[in-house]
């Protein structure tokens, strides 16, 4: 069993769990993964250039940046970016100044992509959702208060549903690009609110963007992590 950084000592999670975020991705040197639907997919919620230069430019420059800092440090080089994420506070101050942004990153858009679907389910189901009713009181309630965490995020950062140390859901957001699991929260659901995300169609009205994301949920890849991280 793995042993993670002290936000974790609440509950010792296992590779087991931590495996669902890992990728041929998220080894070094990193790569960009590919996208598992066509870039004008998601239209018109999302629309062709602007996933072109989130996933084609922004996502690269990440990993281009996180490989330049790992390079430098071989200690890091046989470890996942999800194990060293997950372990962040333990690394020392001067690389986790530099990585912090490059890492999360790479990482936190690599789960966004995987959380959108050109034909969205609308609601999730099975365990997940049963979760999502008992947590928020219900699934309308549960979208808006995530709506109200991705409006109100200030700059930019990102707005998620996790899962605490404790094995409880939670809304929450990151500055930046901080990760969850630098904390010890898994992702199950996460919203990139960066205006590299929405702006060319939606420019400064976030609150569309959000609404319009909606529709393209991939509640499917949820569910899995969700299973995945609680079973």
């Not at 959380?115 to 009181?137: R, V, W």
């Not at 960066?194 to 890849?221: F, G, S």
């Amino acid at each position: 069993m793995m042993r993670t950084g002290h936000h974790l000592a609440e509950k010792s999670y296992s590779m087991d769990n931590l495996s669902v975020y890992n990728s041929a991705c998220m080894s070094y040197p990193y790569t960009l993964p590919p996208l598992a639907y066509a870039y004008n997919a998601l239209d018109p919620h999302i629309d062709e250039q602007t996933m072109r230069l989130h996933h084609d430019k922004h996502h690269q420059a990440y990993i281009d940046n996180a490989n330049k800092i790992v390079e430098k440090h071989p200690e890091l080089q046989t470890r996942t970016l999800v194990e060293i994420m997950t372990d962040f506070d333990r690394l020392p101050a001067d690389i986790r100044k530099v990585l912090r942004g490059p890492g999360g990153g790479h990482l936190n858009h690599s789960l966004f992509w995987d959380y959108l679907a050109p034909q969205s389910s609308g609601e999730p189901q099975g365990k997940l959702a049963q979760s999502i009713k008992k947590t928020f009181d219900g699934f309308v309630q549960f979208k808006e208060q995530f709506n109200r965490a991705a409006v109100s995020c200030s700059g930019s950062g990102w707005a998620w549903l996790w899962l605490t140390p404790r094995g409880g859901l939670e809304i929450g957001a990151t500055a930046n690009q901080d990760t969850p699991l630098s904390k010890g929260n898994l992702p199950i659901l996460g919203l990139d609110v960066w205006e590299h995300a929405y702006y060319l169609k939606y420019h400064n009205r976030r609150p569309d963007y959000v609404m319009h994301w909606w529709q393209v949920v991939n509640w499917k890849k949820a569910e899995e992590q969700f299973e995945a991280t609680t079973g």
